[in-house]
């Protein structure tokens, strides 16, 4: 029974993580296995794919030891009985052909996906990639647009189409960026900076969320990612501009003090090199 349940975890494993639950748990949906972009998309088949490989075992193995059980319980007279049977070309065949072949098929399909989901790899596309760069703070995102020299509060606003190149790093302790329908998870380092390529091929607001625990805020710690049309995109930047709000280095002391559950916020003018040196703090 306990090389059972080590067999089914796979399944188990499957199960937990395309939950990935967004936000409200109780009306969760399987964001992961919902893509709105080609990341995702290649995600859930890469996934997908790996799963079916490994049901190959799990099934037979499974369903073979419900019926080795049946068969050969102790009120069944009609089994055979063989006490000297030590060896089977075709048995010892199988058990080694299959793992084989699903080893070689994993390991070239794992190869091939890592070279071409790698975040930093750019996005195959005629229109240009808007650049956003990302901050962790306790406990909130900070989005600067240093091409538009806007920047936003738990609020992401993308173009539907158009390719994000993401740059992130943390102003406080590690965290983990993630927006499950957009695909691609990665971490959000002091003094480090990583990179990510994302792009949403359908209009519509998907949550975006933390996924490494970072203290007590750390549950609120989510945002909205809101896919638009390229047009409402460029009215929205518009209007960004108009509010006045400046992001300088006193508004930003401010944000990194602790706070839980922040409000969306936008600000119509980021101080020059700001990222930069958030980046540079901590590089000592």
Request: glycine letters at 6%; charged letters at 15%; proline letters at 7%.
């Amino acid at each position: 029974m306990k090389k059972l349940w080590i067999k089914l975890l796979p399944l188990l494993w499957f199960i937990q993580a395309s939950w990935a639950c967004e936000g409200d748990c109780d009306n969760s949906h399987w964001a992961i296995l919902d893509p709105k972009g080609p990341i995702a998309a290649d995600e859930k088949h890469l996934i997908l794919t790996a799963f079916v490989l490994m049901l190959i075992v799990v099934i037979p193995v499974s369903a073979m030891t419900v019926a080795f059980a049946w068969k050969y319980r102790a009120s069944n007279a009609t089994a055979t009985y063989t006490p000297d049977w030590d060896h089977s070309h075709l048995v010892e065949g199988v058990v080694w052909f299959v793992p084989a072949v699903i080893v070689l098929v994993l390991g070239s399909l794992v190869w091939r996906s890592t070279h071409d989901l790698t975040p930093e790899k750019p996005i195959t596309s005629a229109v240009k990639p808007l650049t956003v760069q990302v901050v962790a703070m306790n406990w909130k995102w900070l989005f600067i647009y240093p091409e538009q020299g806007i920047a936003t509060v738990n609020q992401l606003v993308i173009p539907v189409g158009t390719p994000v190149h993401f740059y992130i790093t943390s102003d406080s302790v590690m965290n983990s960026f993630f927006i499950p329908r957009l695909g691609g998870q990665i971490y959000a380092m002091a003094g480090m900076q990583t990179e990510l390529n994302l792009q949403a091929d359908s209009v519509g607001t998907y949550p975006g969320l933390s996924t490494q625990f970072s203290g007590s805020g750390f549950s609120g710690m989510r945002f909205e990612a809101r896919a638009a049309p390229p047009q409402e995109f460029q009215r929205w930047v518009r209007e960004t501009k108009s509010n006045h709000l400046v992001l300088d280095e006193t508004r930003l002391k401010q944000l990194e003090a602790p706070s839980k559950s922040v409000m969306p916020a936008c600000f119509s003018r980021v101080e020059p090199q700001l990222f930069e040196s958030i980046l540079q703090k901590y590089k000592g």
